[in-house]
């Protein structure tokens, strides 16, 4: 459930005091609750790696007011973003990646994200696949944009094998991460039309699009808190 109540209902009474008393009642009825204010913007690091056009498209939708979210860092496997983080004054983590280093640079990341009080990571065309640690210590909390209408074509390259199989949907699909690859709750979708006269680079260039709505609605519905997970689904309330 989800309650969404302005001041003349709660009176003059704060954001504390409501937590006490929902607590209490909550603990009565052996409730698991949260209450928030909702001009409170979540934290969020973005990992990204070397395509940017979702990471360009949320710092503006942040800096300009369209998302309600505040952006402390940004952390890459690649120094590709380097530049338009520093454009937008956040600071900016390369930490690479290799075999030998996941464990280490996988502990940075969260080290980072508890330092910075982060609500939210968010991979943006983070090309990399997530440990179960890093999973589970970030659990119901990692939003990843996947370039396909899930669950159909997982993995890598999914335009490539959308082109193979003639389809004439291409979408995306914002999900929460879990251990299992492009498997966990979905939280938004969108598609658009092609046809068999369009290059594997054609569709990815019309996916970009599409990747860039699906994500950044995602985040919204997820800082407003309007998605609750119910097992492998979510409820989303409009």
Known sequence: MRVHFGQGLAGNLDTPTLSTAFNELGASLQM????????????VLILVSKQLHCLADLLFRARSGQLGVD?????????????????????????????SSKQAQEQKVLELAEAAGVDLVVLARY???????????????????HHSFLPSFKGAKPYHQAYDRGV?????????????LDEGPIIEQRVVRVNHGMSPRELTQEGSNVEVQVLAAAIKLVAERRVLINQNKTVVFS
């Open 32 to 43: 698991d609750l949260a209450l928030r204010p909702v001009a409170q913007k979540p934290k």
């Open 71 to 99: 952006i402390p860092l940004i952390v890459s496997n690649h120094n590709d973003a380097a530049g338009l983080a520093q454009s937008y004054g956040i600071p900016f983590h390369h930490l690479p990646v290799t075999a």
């Open 127 to 145: 090309m990399q696949v997530l440990s179960p640690t890093l999973t589970e210590a970030m659990s119901g909390r990692i939003i990843n944009i």
């Open 168 to 180: 004439k949907l291409i979408g995306a699909t914002a999900h929460f991460v879990t251990e299992g």
